[in-house]
Nanobody
């Protein structure tokens, strides 16, 4: 069975850190770009970050609550896992975080596989 499984979410205070993991089973991530997305209550899902498969190019969302400089995406193909290190977390980062896979290069849509999501709650 082909699937992605996220882990690492939880409750953290503002300013804290979490590291999310996205592990693949049933297929290798070597040929896939992996994107991290999030969906807050009452809001649409938004892209957070993405990493290409071959050239390793990385992209971060360029939105109002920018994650640039706070979040870091990385991949370990040997472990078939992609990570999202989240630092300086803000209450606005509270959401369900999903990872998704698309062949080769990051894109805005057309992701083939999605994980079930992991809840991140930033609150004091």
């Amino acid at each position: 069975q082909l699937q992605l499984v996220e882990s690492g979410g939880g409750l953290v205070q503002p300013g804290g850190s979490l590291r999310l993991s996205c592990a693949a089973s049933g297929f290798t991530l070597d040929y896939y770009a992996i994107g991290w997305f999030r969906q807050a209550p009452g809001k649409e899902r938004e892209g957070v970050s993405c990493i290409n498969s071959s050239d390793g190019n990385i992209y971060y969302a360029d939105s109002v609550n920018s994650v640039k400089g706070r979040f870091t995406i990385s991949r370990d193909n040997a472990k078939n896992t992609v990570y999202l290190q989240m630092n300086s977390l803000k209450p606005e980062d509270t959401a369900v975080y999903y990872c998704a896979a698309v062949p080769w290069r990051c894109r805005s849509g057309g992701y083939d596989y999605w994980g079930q999501g992991t809840q991140v709650t930033v609150s004091s």
